[in-house]
């Protein structure tokens, strides 16, 4: 019998760890589309992975030599799944496993690792560098839900999330670049859809998983700073606001010290100016934290696919900060809307919104990087 090896990806540079991680052995995939990359010339492949969840199971999506070939749930405990087999042994085959399934802040026991590879035969190779890097950062549209399943689908499932049908993902290969998420279902800016104050994604921003709760993922290093030296976007795709649009039309959030929560919608059905002025300073606020940590990238806050009502708010915010840092590299872009045709599961975009939408992001990156 041919006798397996196995190593960490410690041991295996030529591996790239994709998504914000705080190391390699075992590597945890905290967000959506955190997962490996790697060019392998052996005949067969093999991931081992350790999972743990409550409520959300993880899911994951490989692809093998640019196809999407395999997504699958993964068991609670350690598992041993094939990558591929029975291929030519020699010939490079390139591998790209993402997560499927956002960071879970309402199930602390989520969790995530790869502990290794194992293979009889081959070598790893060097990746190429990616030609731009992009970080996303967004809500339930940037954590894919709904980018897959039956329209129908209204349960809340691990299983209607995708980081494949993602209008990242797509912007990104089309690019040639590697990229990472930051999302959170049902967060905005300055209250969830909910109008809760504390599902606000700004405040987490600088963390590496921050919104990952619990002890074991405290001890993962999920809320420890980020490190922004190691890796700096060419340009963050701020993808928020339409939670905060969505509370305007939602009953008052009350807190558990019995206070209420809400933005209000005045008699005529317009924004109430100071909550729309407070959504447009959080803007201005979010932007500024977002230059600081990455000097050099284009900042690019989009709007649309569930909705514009907020898009005049959002563009006040973008035109004060850019007034106040003497910055002209932030701008707003509306991106396609949802329609009955292009709808996903969860009343969310589907995948062919989200290939509109990533149409329209890669001719203005294109354009402007």
Request: aromatic share 10%; glycine share 8%.
């Amino acid at each position: 019998m041919e006798a397996w090896n196995k190593a960490s990806l410690a041991q295996l540079p030529q591996v790239r760890a994709l998504g914000r991680h705080t190391g390699r052995d075992p590597l945890t995939l905290f967000w959506t589309a955190s997962g490996i990359e790697l060019d392998f010339t052996g005949s067969a492949l093999w991931v081992d992975f350790f999972a743990d969840y409550t409520a959300v199971e993880p899911w994951v999506s490989v692809e093998l030599n640019g196809a999407w070939i395999a997504r699958f749930a993964v068991n609670p405990g350690h598992s041993r799944v094939c990558l591929f087999r029975g291929m030519t042994p020699g010939k490079p085959k390139h591998i790209r496993l993402l997560k499927d399934v956002q960071a879970m802040h309402e199930d602390p026991a989520h969790l995530l690792q790869i502990t290794g590879l194992e293979y009889a035969d081959g070598v790893f190779l060097p990746l190429p560098e990616p030609r731009y890097r992009l970080e996303f950062v967004g809500d339930s549209i940037t954590s894919g839900e709904g980018a897959i399943g039956a329209k129908s689908e209204e349960d809340w499932a691990g299983a209607f999330f995708s980081a494949e049908n993602h209008y990242a993902r797509m912007t990104a290969d089309a690019l040639g670049a590697e990229y990472r998420c930051l999302s959170q279902s049902g967060w905005g800016i300055t209250a969830s859809w909910e109008n809760d104050p504390t599902h606000i994604l700004p405040p987490y921003y600088t963390q590496v998983c921050g919104v990952a709760q619990g002890e074991r993922n405290a001890a993962l290093g999920a809320q420890q700073p980020n490190d922004f030296a190691d890796w700096q976007p060419d340009a963050v795709i701020l993808n928020l606001g339409t939670n905060d649009n969505g509370a305007f039309d939602e009953p008052a959030w009350i807190d558990p010290a019995g206070n209420a929560h809400k933005l209000r919608l005045l008699a005529n059905g317009a924004f109430h100016p100071a909550d729309a002025q407070r959504i447009a300073d959080a803007v201005q606020d979010f932007l500024t934290v977002v230059r600081e940590k990455n000097p050099q990238a284009l900042l690019v806050w989009c709007i649309g696919m569930l909705g514009t009502r907020i898009a005049p708010v959002l563009q006040r915010g973008v035109e004060q900060y850019r007034a106040a840092a003497g910055d002209a590299r932030a701008v707003l872009l509306e991106l396609p809307e949802t329609t009955p045709e292009t709808v996903g599961a969860r009343q969310h975009p589907g995948a062919e919104n989200h290939r509109q939408a990533a149409e329209v992001l890669t001719a203005f990156l294109k354009e402007h990087l």
